[in-house]
């Protein structure tokens, strides 16, 4: 409870001294106007003087003084005027410095995918080139192959018929003999008949 009885007494002492100055503030406002009225008329007035306005009523030395203030002005201006300008450039520079490095590095970038792209199409020619040749090689290779071997043919062993004047041997008919329609060649004109002795048909002992 005490604790709370001494806030209470401090808020309301800081209350009362806020009050007192806002009082005390309110009574000097009288005498306050005129003095602020007279600064503000008093600031006007130069600040015409500076734009070139109401120079009638001024004299020479303050003719001077505010010529004095205006170069000092045009001093500060043109200061300042330069060292954004020297600003600007320094910025522009390295804007340029940082353009050319790119520049730099996109034509080295173009460079080389100009020269893989080159690779490539010399390598796929080259493939094409070796496709080529090797395909001819084969063609070349299949035209100059020998034709392979034919089988060999199985002789025939020749017929025996009996006669009545003895035994008459007949020659087989070869397989290669025949032509493609598969006939057997014509017998020729003069066929041989030979006639064998007895005793070779006789059997053996």
Do not use: C
């Amino acid at each position: 409870m005490v604790r709370i009885l001494d806030r209470y007494d401090q808020y309301s002492y800081a209350e009362r001294q806020r009050t007192g100055a806002d009082s005390e503030s309110q009574e000097n406002w009288p005498v306050e106007y005129p003095k602020l009225a007279a600064r503000i008329e008093v600031l006007q007035r130069k600040l015409r003087n500076l734009v070139g306005e109401d120079l009638d009523p001024l004299s020479l030395r303050e003719l001077q003084d505010l010529e004095q203030q205006l170069d000092t002005a045009l001093k500060r201006i043109r200061t300042r005027k330069n060292q954004l300008v020297h600003e600007s450039i320094s910025e522009m520079d390295k804007k340029r410095k940082a353009l050319r490095e790119l520049n730099k590095s996109l034509a080295k970038k173009v460079k080389e995918n100009k020269t893989m792209l080159e690779e490539e199409h010399d390598q796929v020619q080259l493939v094409g080139q070796q496709q080529t040749i090797q395909g001819r090689h084969n063609s070349s290779t299949l035209m100059l192959m020998p034709p392979p071997p034919q089988p060999p043919s199985t002789p025939t062993l020749p017929t025996f018929r009996t006669t009545s004047g003895g035994v008459q041997a007949r020659g087989a008919v070869d397989d290669n003999d025949s032509d493609k329609g598969g006939r057997p060649p014509p017998r020729p004109a003069a066929a041989t008949n030979t006639r064998m002795p007895l005793w070779m048909l006789s059997p053996f002992e």
